[in-house]
Every structure is written in C-alpha cells, then in structure tokens.
C-alpha cells in the first residue's frame, strides 16, 4: 500500500539510539521515509489506531509491555494486511521461523550492515519474504523433511512461551527473565509451568535440559 513516491515505515524498538540510527539511515534513500516511532507495543498500537498509515513495520522482539510476537499478532488484527518486519538481536536459528509463523513477513539480524537491512524492507515492500540464505535453505529443508515430534510440541507453545523456552535455554533464570521482559515473576513461573506441561515435561530440571539442548540443536 504505498503512498506517494516514498514508502511509509514504523520503528519499534526500545532502544532510542538504535531507532534514530536506523531513521537517518531509511531517510537517506530516496524511496523510503520513517513516518512513526514507538519504543513499546502499546506506543506502536497507538499510533495505528491514529494518523500513521505506515506501509511496513519494522519490530524487535524484545520489547517492554509485551513481545514483538504479541505485537505483530495485535497489529494483523487491526491492519491484516499490514506487512511487518523483524529486527532482532535474537539469532534467527531460534527466533526467524516463530516470527514467520506469528505472521511477519522478515527477519534480520541487527547485526547485519544497513544494506542489508535496506535491501530486506524493499522486498518485503514488494510483496515478497525475506531471510538470510542461511535460514532460508534450513526452512526448505525442514519443509522437504517435516517436522519432528518435537518441532510440533514446540510450535504449540504461545509467543511468550516461545521467548521464555529460549531464555531459559540461554541459562536465564526466572528473576532475570522476569527482568528482562518486564513481567512479574510470578507469571514468568506460570509460563514455565505451561511449557512444561506442553513439551510433555515432568519437572524443572528436564525443562532446562530441554532448553539447553533444543537452543544447542537450533545453532
């Protein structure tokens, strides 16, 4: 949906240095223009349901009220055809297929050069998906092959379980991961428990083991 010679794009991502950078960057192009920022999904909903019309929004994962995961579902609700983008520090082994599956329609790495990044908004502007060669030949792969007993359970989890599951693979504990995504840790503990009860899962230990393993066997 475009409007006028340039496209429209929203930032979401908590880190205020990271959202001018990557303005000034979309500024400098001839064809793209940032229209809106938000350092939260509530921020980022807000602004929809007002005067931004945004053509493609760019969202990390990692956000203060709620997961970008939540956010993308919240903004396909409002806006279905609303293609989104994900800009995420989390290695795209882990995170590219969920953020797929959630509805987005891209994933890089903030670590990639601006060219990169660039390069991935215009296709997905197009109509088009974009991942890494890498991650897009592992999908073809598992496509060809088919999920694994496993896969499934995984792919039954909700985002936030999703993004707890790989916290807890990455060696976080409940406290810090309560920190980390800003929730009690009370609910935190309640996540825990459903994934348990998901991956078929008899206590705490074999959660962790489970985690360990299954981050170890994603990179």
Known sequence: MLTGLKSRLMLVDDHAMLRHGMAMLFNAEPDLEVCAEAEDGSEAMALLESEHQPDLVLVDI???????????????????????????????????ERALRTGARGYVMKQESGEVLIAAAREVLKGNYYLSEAMHGKLLNRFVTGNSDSELLINSLTPSEFEVLHLIGAGYSSREIALLLSRSIKTIEVHRANIRAKLQLKNGADLIRYATHWIAAEH
């Open 62 to 96: 990692s956000l203060k009220t709620f997961s970008g995961f939540e956010l993308i579902k919240s903004m396909h609700l409002l806006i279905p055809a609303l293609p989104v983008l994900v800009v995420s520090m989390h290695d795209e082994n882990a995170y590219a």
